[in-house]
């Protein structure tokens, strides 16, 4: 059985920094893209990031402050958040494929 499994999640100031991780189990991602969602309290759920083999994707709003990363021999994708804002406070999903994990919240203090 596929399971993604998020980590990472917490309380931060504004201007402060968390590292999420998205631990893959059940079968290898190799070769396929991975990436961050996340879906605030009334808003749709929306792109943050993206890795595959060879390159990285980024939202204009986390340019810059997030850096997403992974590590196919842990079949893991990570994000690194710095600069955090209130307005990256929200519910962030790891997905592959057609799977998605059951997702850590992320909440900014102002």
């Known amino acids: 059985q596929v399971q993604l499994v998020e980590s990472g999640g917490g309380l931060v100031q504004a201007g402060g920094s968390l590292r999420l991780s998205c631990a893959a189990s059940?079968?290898?991602?190799?070769?396929?893209?991975m990436g961050w969602f996340r879906q605030a309290q009334g808003k749709e759920r929306e792109f943050v990031a993206a890795?595959?083999?060879?390159?990285?994707y980024y939202a204009d709003s986390v340019k810059g402050r997030f850096t997403i990363s992974r590590d196919n021999a842990k079949n893991t994708v990570y994000l690194q958040m710095n600069s955090l804002k209130p307005d990256d406070t929200a519910l962030y999903f790891c997905?592959?494929?057609?799977?998605w994990g059951q997702g850590t919240q992320v909440t900014v203090s102002s």
């Open positions: 997905h592959t494929e057609w799977y």
């Open positions: 059940g079968r290898t991602f190799v070769g396929y893209g």
């Open positions: 890795v595959t083999w060879s390159d990285t």
